[in-house]
């Protein structure tokens, strides 16, 4: 039997970066800023711990500090980091990693051997939340549920939801392992060929997705700011922080994050001792309790009960993948075949300003989106099948909108064609911002049906010729319900207008991203997860 349960009214603290209420998301994995979690100004040193994680233990730097060792966190996303350690980039700029599951990183060939010591800190299920009123209407507040009926009132339209990018959170994608488990019957790991089996009724399910993003903390300030959607797919622990939220736990079992703190091979005898001092501290009693009260994080060591708030139904774990290529294609499915498909509006800045290094970072940053990088994050955030790709440059005026329809199937073609464009750019005359953002926004009242539609805009400066930014909120409040929905994340580039720009992301409810220290390619991808 599930237990499903109203969330408590607390507000945790998010798994991963959090955007103020001005929607600030700055780019950590284009730049792998490194975030102390010691002492300020922590350098490296042979008493400094170096880890490389996921964003989403960020919210346990307050407690780090207090561990008596001083460890120095830098982020970057999960695959990009998969990769880093299996290729050993990671050996000898880090002693340790920290994500909140290994499994996709245990799929790759010769990870396993760049792994030694491994620790489970602390766990969170992958589940649904649904507003307790929408809960109720269903009939899901008492009782089991099962995956099978939570696709069955998706494909009905009887709810919506929104979910982390499977491809670029960990949250997404153990929440499509998860579906894709149950809903298959397979009863062990999936196969390819089940992966291929199951993708219909994963469609079904995913008709009901309204809302993507990138992280989970992002997701969740979202649906808290706007609303818009019945409920979300993510950690346990995100959902019980928030208010007014029923926490469904289906019958057929979840997939849960064990965050896992893992010692690399390439590790000193020094770092060794360092990472079991700190490990030895964060499975203490003290230290548990306090990880499951302030992130809702469920204990991992026997000694600590579990709150209430996590309920007494036992949980069942659903298989994992145990072959990359079934991991690997479940992403690809979901991407290609079962997610609604992106509608994206690239509004780019080719003033004069752009001359040089920053028009030819331009070109690479858009030709990297049709499968130029290899890597799995270059893979999974290329434009994808069924995608409506529009590229909008502007200088001292908007330019003409370029249309790109990705196919079905065989969309080599059509990426050749943008990948074409990119590489013509030229960069000259002024910098009319407005007038190439009034542009996407025209643009997106036509055409768009069943497809997410955002907008990403790219510029190294201010405002020059054209509308204001005044113009444009003036402009933006007159649009339909519909157009006001698109979203713009904003790539700072060169010398943008930080808080104009902050004000456009604002407006749009959508995100900042920095590239101005970073790449303006890493940047490009990172956004696909909010596409």
């Known amino acids: 039997m599930s237990a499903v349960r109203p969330a408590g009214g607390r507000r945790g603290v998010r798994l991963a970066v959090r955007p103020a209420v001005a929607a600030l998301l700055l780019l950590a994995s284009a730049a792998l800023a490194a975030c102390s979690s010691g002492a300020s100004g922590t350098e490296d040193g042979p008493d400094v711990l170096r880890v490389l994680a996921g964003s989403e233990v960020k919210d346990l730097e307050p407690m780090l500090r207090r561990s008596g060792v001083k460890v120095k966190i830098s982020y970057t996303g999960t695959l990009d980091g998969a990769e880093q350690v299996a290729n050993g980039g990671a050996d000898g700029s880090y002693d340790a990693i920290w994500f909140s599951s290994n ?8 990870a396993p051997a760049r792994l030694s010591t491994e620790t489970q800190i602390m766990a969170s299920p992958v589940l649904l939340g649904l507003k307790t009123a929408k809960a109720r209407e269903l009939g899901w507040e008492s009782g089991a549920v099962s995956w099978e009926q939570i696709a069955t009132a998706a494909r009905e339209g009887r709810f919506t939801f929104g979910m982390t990018s499977p491809a670029s959170s960990n949250s997404g994608f153990s929440a499509l392992v998860g579906v894709a488990a149950a809903l298959s019957d397979a009863g062990e790991a ?16 995913f ?104 309920g007494s139904a036992p949980l069942l774990e659903l298989p994992f993948p145990n072959r990359r290529a079934a991991a690997d294609g479940l992403i690809t499915a979901y991407l290609d075949e079962v997610r609604v498909p992106a509608r994206t509006l690239f509004v780019l800045d080719t003033s004069g300003s752009m001359q040089g290094e920053r028009i030819d970072a331009l070109r690479r940053a858009l030709v990297t989106l049709t499968g130029a990088d290899t890597s799995a994050s270059g893979v999974f955030s290329r434009f994808r099948n069924r995608e409506n790709v529009i590229l909008i440059p502007f ?73 204001s930014y005044e113009d444009f909120e003036a402009f933006h409040r007159t649009l339909p319900e519909a157009q006001r929905k698109v979203r713009t994340f904003v790539v700072l580039f060169g010398e943008s207008d930080v808080d104009e720009m902050k004000k456009i992301a604002t407006l749009t409810r959508g995100a900042v991203f920095d590239a101005r220290t970073g790449s303006l390619a890493a940047a490009f991808k990172e956004i696909r997860g909010y596409q």
């Open 395 to 467: 200088n001292g005026s908007a330019g003409r909108p370029k249309p790109f329809v990705l196919p079905e199937r065989n969309p080599e073609p059509v990426l050749t064609q943008i990948r074409s464009y990119a590489e013509r750019l030229q960069a000259s005359g002024g910098t009319a911002i407005y007038d190439g953002l009034r542009a996407a926004y025209e643009q997106a009242a036509t055409g768009g049906d069943g497809h997410y539609t955002s907008v990403v805009l790219m510029t190294d400066g201010e405002n020059t010729d054209g509308s």
């Open 103 to 110: 499994r996709y990183l245990s799929l790759i060939d010769g």
């Open 190 to 205: 999936l196969s390819v060929q089940q992966v291929s089996e199951v993708t219909p009724k994963l469609k079904e399910f």
């Open 207 to 310: 008709s009901a997705q309204r809302l993507t993003a990138g992280s989970s903390g992002w997701l969740a300030d979202a649906y808290t700011r706007e609303g818009g959607v019945d409920g979300l797919v993510n950690y346990e622990s995100v959902l019980l922080g928030l208010k007014d939220l029923t926490v469904v736990y289906p019958s057929d079992g979840v997939v849960t994050a064990d965050y896992p703190l893992t010692l690399l091979a390439s590790a000193t005898p020094g770092k060794k001792d360092l990472y079991g001092r700190l490990t030895s501290w964060l499975r203490t009693p003290a230290a548990q309790k306090e990880i499951m009260t302030t992130t809702h994080r469920r204990p991992i060591v026997p000694e600590v009960r579990p709150g209430p708030e996590f």
